[in-house]
């Protein structure tokens, strides 16, 4: 162990069926506990299950949360590029980290589940055109918060010109000088590039832990091929949580989520806290300081309750 404190981050799907009072049970309970994070996807196609009473709009849900919580971060894994223009999305978040005092982290990436762009009337251009716009809006976006005159950009798919780049989040401490910016995904090639020229962190989601390790060496070569420290890049993993005090518990949540036990000790953070405690030690030796864990039932506080109690005091 390095002796550093692992962040342990509570990650939620809410397209899967949740209320914006459902997410603010787990927001608060999670800051209550010490949790370093409450984050959310952004989706709104449910991905199995009728997901009502259907999907709530992320930024909305974390603007509400910022009024409603003290001191938990807040963000987005991930903010689809496709979703929203790059201009207005720099000013809502820049908001929503004032209203939160500076808590927020952005999460962007290119976007990938069609059928929710069809469901409801979202523009699904190709996997080249989606990268384009994701690394244009990365740059656009950064490019808002750090200026302080007039920005222009000239770039295939946005265009700015003169703007005062306002409002300016109140936590500036993300390299480019607004809020951390979070990039994830396996791409071998252009996702590194990206992460290494605009992110602050880097995330591999539900990867095979030998999988997160080479992707996160990609990363580093891509660092230092612009010259960046690679030691500037903090290194996450999101991974699905199922923990039990005993193995009577742990079958019980694994079928909550209509899920198998030796699947989820395989691919998650499954199993007794001991367990737990033993698989997150081994990402924090391999240079991982975050995890999100991704808490799929979220009537299950006690959960959460647990976690805390048995796993975060050991990592």
Known sequence: MTGEKTDLRIFTEPQ??????????VAREAEELGYGAFFRSDHYL???????????????????LA?????IRLGTLVTSA??????????????????????????????????EHRAYGIPFPSLKERFEKLAEQLELITGLWATEGGYSFDGTHYQVTDSPGLPKPVNRSGRAGGVPVLVGGSGKR??????????????????AFEDALVQNDRVRAACEAI?????????SAALVLCVGEDEAEVARRAAAIGREVPELRENG?????????EKIARYTEAG?????????????????????EQVMPHV
Request: charged share 20%.
């Open 227 to 235: 010259d960046r420290d690679p030691s500037s890049m903090t290194f």
């Open 190 to 207: 252009k996702t590194p590039a990206l992460a290494a020229r605009f992110a602050d962190e880097f995330n591999t989601p539900f990867a």
């Open 82 to 115: 496709t979703f929203r223009h790059p201009g207005p999305l720099a000013v809502q978040v820049a908001q929503v980290d004032q209203m939160s005092g500076g808590r927020v982290d952005l999460g962007l990436g290119s976007g990938w589940f069609e059928a």
């Open 16 to 25: 899967q069926g949740a209320t914006y009072d459902d997410l603010l049970a």
């Open 67 to 71: 009024r409603e919580t003290r001191s």
């Open 288 to 308: 991982h300081s975050r995890l999100y864990l991704q808490v799929l039932d979220l009537a299950d506080l006690d959960h959460l309750r647990l976690v805390a």
């Open 46 to 64: 449910t991905m199995g299950g009728d997901g009502l009473p259907g999907p709530t709009d992320a930024w909305t849900t974390l603007a509400g």
């Open 269 to 277: 953070l499954a199993g007794t806290p001991e367990e737990v405690v």
